[in-house]
DNA sequence: TCTATATGATACCCTTTAGTATCACGTCAA
DNA sequence: TTGACGTGATACTAAAGGGTATCATATAGA
C-alpha cells in the first residue's frame, strides 16, 4: 500500500494550513489575500500553499498576475476514508459499554479502556 | 477555537505512526512487539508511541515490567468531525455535477468548477 | 540473590519544517 | 514606457522530527 495520502495526512499536521482550508472553503483566494489573515510574511504563507497543494487540497489557478487558490475538497475523501477505517472499533467499543451499562456495572474492568478522561 | 485537535493532527501525520494505529486495531501490543514490526530500533518506535499517546491515539497500561499499548479508536472521532465539515463542499459539487448530468449538458458553464482535472 | 529482559531516559546526529529577508520577474495601469 | 503591484525564487536561521547509540532501572524467573 504505497502511501499516496502521505502529502495529504501532511499538510493537515499544521493548524495555519487548517485554517487557510476552511478559508478557501469561504471563497477562493489570492495569495495576497490568504496572507493578510496571518500574522506572518507572504513567502511563509506560500509555502503553506505550495504543501496544501501538494496534498491536492487546492488547485491553484493564474489570474493574470494574481495566483488565485481554490478548495479541492475531493482530496479530504481518501483521509476520510482512512479514518473510517476504525470506525469498527468505536462501535464495537461503545457497544460493549452500551451492554455493560445495561448489564449493571459490577464486572467493568474490561471497560476501563474507554475511560472518561478526554480533555 | 483552541486546536485541541493538533496532536492528534500531528500523530497521523507520519505512515510508521499511521501503521501502529491498524496494528494496535488488531490487538494491544507491547512495545517491543511493535518494534518487532517495523526496521528501526525500539527507542524511535517508542517515541512515535508517544507521539501517539500525546494525541491521544493510544493508552498505555503498565503490565509488570511491560508496557501495553491499546488503541483508543475515540481519539480519531474529533478529527473525523474536522474533515467532515467540508462535506458540504463536495456533496454540493456532486450535486451540481449530477444535476448537470441528468438536465443534459449544453448549458454548463456553471459546473465546469468540478472539472474533469482530478489526477 | 543473580541474571536476563522490557522498558525509560538521554545525548547526539541529520533532515525537514516554519519562518524571515531579499531580489528578480511578469503584469496592470497611467 | 514607466512604475506600482502580485508573485516566484533563493538563501538563510531556528526549531522540530525521525533516527541511533548508550546507560540506568525495574521486574520475572531460576
Redesign the interface.
Known amino acids: 500500500m504505497p502511501?499516496h495520502l502521505?502529502p495529504a495526512?501532511?499538510a493537515?499536521?499544521d493548524?495555519t494550513r487548517?485554517d487557510i482550508?476552511?478559508m478557501l472553503?469561504d471563497r477562493p483566494m489570492t495569495i495576497a489575500e490568504v496572507s493578510d489573515q496571518f500574522d506572518m510574511t507572504r513567502a511563509a504563507v506560500k509555502k503553506h500553499l505550495v504543501m496544501l497543494s501538494d496534498g491536492?487540497l487546492i488547485?491553484v489557478e493564474a489570474r493574470g498576475r494574481e495566483r488565485v487558490n481554490s478548495?479541492k475538497?475531493?482530496a479530504?475523501?481518501p483521509?476520510?476514508d482512512?479514518?473510517?477505517?476504525?470506525?469498527q472499533?468505536?462501535d464495537v467499543?461503545l457497544d460493549a459499554l452500551k451492554a455493560a451499562i445495561e448489564e449493571g456495572n459490577d464486572n467493568e474492568q474490561a471497560t476501563e479502556?474507554?475511560g472518561p478522561h478526554?480533555?
Open positions: 502511501d502521505q495526512f501532511r493537515l499536521a493548524p487548517r482550508l476552511r472553503g491536492g488547485s478548495l475538497p475531493e479530504l475523501k483521509v476520510m482512512w479514518l473510517g477505517w476504525f470506525d472499533f468505536w467499543r479502556q474507554q478526554d480533555d
